[in-house]
C-alpha cells in the first residue's frame, strides 16, 4: 500500500498534467499572437512565420518533456497498482456473460449514476462520447436543483430552499406518508433556538411556522417549545435530547430530502449503479473462493440464472424476495409463478395446476379444507 501512496504522491506532485497544459497554453498563445499580428498588418506576415518557425518547434519540444514525466509516473503507479493488487484468480463458473449484451443499460446506469452524484460535467462528457443513451432531458435540471439545495444544507446550514421544495411538494409528499416538511422545520427551530441569543427568533418562527404542523405534530411541537422553560439549562433538561445533536440532525434531514427528492422522480434513493458495484464487491470473495473450489474439484457450474453458492448481502441490498413452493419445494420463477387460493394458502402455480388435472371443478387446498377452482388464484408479486 505504501508504494502506492508514494507513487500516487509523485503522480500529483511532479507528473500531473499542470505543466503540461500551461506549456500548450503557451504554445497556442504564441500561435494566436502570430495570427492577430498577421490580421492587424498582412505585411508582417513572412517575419511572423518565420519567428514561429524558431519558437513553435521548442515549445513542442517541451510539451513533449513534459508528457514522458508524465508517462513515467502513470507506468510506476500502474506497476505498484499490481504489485499490490494481485489477481489471485479469475471468477469464471460459465461462459455466460449476462451485461454482454445490454451495452445500452450499462451506459445509462454510468450517466445515470454521474448524474445522481451531481457529477455533471463528467455525465455530458460520458453522454456525448457514449452515444445516444435513453434519459429523460429535465433530469439533469432536476439533480441541479437537488444538489443547489443540499449544498445550501450542508454547507451554509440554509434550510429555505428545502423547506421551499418540501412545501410545493407538499401534496405529494403527504400522500407518501412523509414529514419531510415538518422535520425540516423543526430543525431550523432548534438551529434557531441554539444560536447566540437565538431564542426569540426561534419564538417567533415557532408562531409562524410549526403551528400548521399542530393537528398531526402537536406531541413534538409541545416538547420543542418546553425547552423555553430551560433556556439556561438546557443541557440538564428533560429536552436535551431535542438539541442534542444537531449535526447529525442536519445529515438525517439531508438524506431523508434525497430520497424524497429521488422518489418524487420514480428513481430510488440510492444509485442503483453503487447498489449493484458494492453487492458485487460483497460477493466477490465468495465467488473467487467458489471458483478456485471448483477449479481444485474439476467440477462446473452450467446454471445460468443462479450461483452455485448462497451469498448473504445486507437487508438494505435485498431487493427480491424468493418464493419456495411448499409442495412441490421449488422456488418460484417468472413462468412458474406464487399462486394464492382463496383461503391465503399459497403455492406454485405448477403445483397448483397438478391438483386441478385430478379434478376437473374443485381443487383442494393442500392446506386447508377449503375448496376453490383454478380460476380463483390469484396471482402473487413478490
Ligand atoms: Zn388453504
Same mark, same amino acid.
Request: negative net charge; charged residues 20%; aromatic residues 8%.
Given at each position: 500500500m505504501e508504494s502506492i501512496e508514494k507513487e500516487y504522491e509523485r503522480l500529483r506532485k511532479k507528473s500531473n498534467l499542470s505543466k503540461s497544459i500551461s506549456d500548450v497554453d503557451k504554445c497556442i498563445q504564441l500561435l494566436q499572437n502570430a495570427r492577430q499580428a498577421i490580421a492587424n498588418d498582412p505585411s508582417s506576415a513572412r517575419v511572423s512565420i518565420a519567428k514561429l518557425q524558431q519558437t513553435v518547434p521548442a515549445a513542442l519540444e517541451k510539451i513533449k518533456d513534459d508528457e514522458k514525466e508524465i508517462y513515467s509516473g502513470l507506468s510506476r503507479y500502474g506497476r505498484a497498482l499490481d504489485k499490490t493488487f494481485?489477481?489471485?484468480?479469475?471468477?469464471?463458473?460459465?461462459?455466460?456473460?449476462?451485461?454482454?449484451?445490454?451495452s445500452d443499460l450499462i451506459k445509462r446506469a454510468i450517466a445515470m449514476h454521474l448524474i445522481r452524484e451531481g457529477q455533471f460535467a463528467a455525465a455530458s462528457t460520458f453522454r456525448e462520447e457514449a452515444g445516444?443513451?435513453?434519459?429523460?432531458?429535465h433530469l439533469t435540471t432536476e439533480f441541479v436543483e437537488m444538489y443547489e439545495i443540499l449544498n445550501a444544507m450542508?454547507?451554509?446550514? !440554509?434550510?429555505g430552499p428545502a423547506i421551499a421544495w418540501a412545501r410545493s411538494k407538499s401534496t405529494e409528499l403527504d400522500h407518501r406518508g412523509s414529514n419531510l416538511e415538518f422535520d425540516l422545520c423543526r430543525l431550523q427551530f432548534v438551529w434557531l433556538f441554539l444560536e447566540q441569543d437565538g431564542q426569540m427568533r426561534a419564538f417567533h418562527y415557532a408562531r409562524k411556522e410549526?403551528?400548521?404542523f399542530q393537528e398531526k405534530h402537536l406531541d413534538e411541537i409541545e416538547k420543542l417549545l418546553g425547552a423555553f422553560a430551560f433556556q439556561t439549562r438546557l443541557k440538564s433538561s428533560p429536552y436535551a435530547p431535542l438539541f442534542a445533536d444537531p449535526e447529525k440532525c442536519f445529515n438525517d434531514v439531508a438524506n431523508a430530502f434525497t430520497k424524497e427528492f429521488c422518489s418524487l422522480l420514480?428513481?430510488?434513493?440510492?444509485s442503483p449503479l453503487y447498489i449493484a458495484a458494492t453487492a458485487g464487491a460483497i460477493a466477490l470473495p465468495t465467488l473467487m473462493k467458489m471458483a478456485a473450489i471448483m477449479k481444485d474439484k474439476k467440477t462446473g457450474w452450467s446454471?445460468? !440464472?443462479?450461483?452455485p453458492a448462497e451469498i448473504a448481502l445486507p437487508p438494505?441490498?435485498?431487493?427480491h424476495s424468493i418464493f419456495v413452493c411448499p409442495v412441490s419445494k421449488d422456488q418460484t420463477t417468472e413462468s412458474n409463478p406464487p399462486m394464492m387460493l382463496p383461503c391465503g394458502h399459497v403455492i406454485a402455480q405448477e403445483s397448483l395446476q397438478r391438483l386441478a388435472k385430478g379434478s376437473a371443478v374443485t381443487i383442494k387446498c393442500p392446506y386447508c379444507p377449503k375448496e376453490s377452482s383454478l380460476a380463483q388464484a390469484i396471482r402473487v408479486v413478490i
Open positions: 494481485k489477481a489471485t484468480t479469475t471468477y469464471s463458473t460459465n461462459d455466460y456473460d449476462a451485461l454482454s449484451s445490454q445516444p443513451i435513453d434519459i429523460p432531458p450542508r454547507i451554509h446550514r !440554509n434550510l410549526l403551528k400548521q420514480g428513481l430510488s434513493a440510492e446454471t445460468v !440464472n443462479e450461483l438494505g441490498y435485498q431487493f
